[in-house]
């Protein structure tokens, strides 16, 4: 066989860029050249991460990840099954690849949201990113598991539109095996009922003119109205929308009151039961609110009685969670959570069942689209 000098030097930097790479890419080289070619690819943990799994380029503009993907689909979603997370970095992607390449990589279009976070719409089944602040982080939880698993999406996938500053805002994951491992060991009698049991959330959302709604809204700007929620504060159509989605509604003043019940704790997995719930956000706790002073001040001066809280969640069967076991929930799902720093361009798609997410502090602009898909209920697993 004849090589052209063009041949010989790109395969020469292949397999200069294959030896620096071989300590990055450790062991995951192995399982991951099964779904991503090694003359194409460099698949790898950076640092000493275990998650995500970095997918990029060998040669900057040699493949085309849209095209690759279209037809390697069935590979890809073994990988994202297997490694939970992967991230595609330095493909050149922009935000108007986002929706096309999400469908390329999962073999689904992008679906709408069916959760409750306040998120605003960038194009066709596409999001901003929930808005928090810059102080603000959003501990690790899956997506739209406070809800029925039929609205629960099977991907979540995020695009970097703009990274933030270097070591803040990074997208973290975690391991829901190796979560529910360590709540079974630390928190057994918790753990069996999570197993057991199913769960009720309460949210109270607030009319929008009262002095203490507005007082509220002040401190904390999440708390969302009944108009932010439903788009309307007239009675009859906010109630004919909570009866449509099988919500329970009351109304305790001119506060409204919305449970989801029966929702499990756990979602079973390869027939195992894994962690897929809430509770360390919805109760509210010291580590939720960044400590004891700002729990306290919250407690005394927001939301003084078990009436008035944003969120709340019990078992079914009426057991309350407490504080403490929320709090330690925080605690473990902390020592789970890694990840790296967003690249202008990257695209991250996360099995949304096995895989948790979640957003650190971060400083400067930082622009970060979602989009999601599929059901974890009608999640096949794939051979
Ligand atoms: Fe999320």
Redesign the pocket.
């Known amino acids: 066989m004849r090589y052209t000098l063009k041949q010989l030097v790109l395969s020469f930097i292949v397999l200069l860029s294959t030896q620096a790479h071989a300590e990055q890419v450790g062991l995951s080289q192995e399982k991951s050249t099964k779904y991503f070619p090694e003359d194409i690819f460099h698949c790898y943990f950076e640092g000493n991460t275990k998650a995500p799994l970095v997918i990029s380029p060998r040669l900057e503009e040699s493949v085309d990840i849209i095209a690759w993907a279209k037809q390697n689909q069935s590979k890809i979603a073994k990988a994202i099954q297997e490694f939970g997370a992967i991230v595609f970095s330095g493909f050149n992607l922009t935000k108007d690849d986002f929706f096309t390449a999400f469908e390329a990589v999962t073999g689904l279009k992008p679906a709408g949201y069916k959760g409750d976070?306040p998120r605003k719409k960038v194009g066709e089944n596409t999001y901003e990113s929930?808005a928090v602040a810059k102080g603000h982080a959003?501990p690790l939880?899956q997506?739209v598991s406070i809800g029925s698993r039929d609205d629960m999406p099977q991907y979540?996938s995020f695009f970097c539109v703009i990274p933030p500053k270097e070591g803040t805002g990074q997208t973290q994951v975690g391991n829901a095996a190796k979560i529910s491992e360590e709540i079974a060991r630390l928190m057994p009698d918790l753990w069996k009922e999570m197993t057991e049991k199913t769960l009720t959330y309460t949210a109270r959302y607030l009319p929008e003119k009262s002095l203490r709604a507005k007082w509220i809204q002040r401190v904390n700007p999440s708390h969302a109205t009944i108009k932010t929620l439903f788009g309307t504060e007239d009675r009859k159509e906010v109630e004919a929308r909570c009866q449509n989605e099988g919500l329970t509604y009351a109304w305790d003043g001119d506060w409204l009151v919305v449970s989801r019940k029966g929702v499990p704790a756990t979602i079973t997995v390869n027939g195992k039961a894994l962690f897929c719930n809430q509770i360390h956000l919805e109760r509210l706790n010291p580590k939720l609110c960044g400590g004891w002073l700002p729990y306290i001040c919250a407690k005394a001066f927001v939301y003084p009685s078990k009436r008035v809280l944003q969120f709340d969640v019990q078992f079914d069967d009426g057991t309350p969670i407490s504080v403490k076991d929320a709090s330690t929930l925080l605690t473990i799902l902390e020592k789970h959570q890694e990840g790296r720093n967003w690249k202008k361009g990257d695209l991250m798609v996360l099995d949304n069942a096995t895989t948790l997410?979640a957003k650190t502090v971060h400083s400067g602009e930082r622009k970060i689209q979602v989009a999601m898909a599929g059901s974890v209920k009608s999640r096949v697993l794939l051979d």
């Open positions: 976070a929930t959003i939880h997506e979540i997410h």
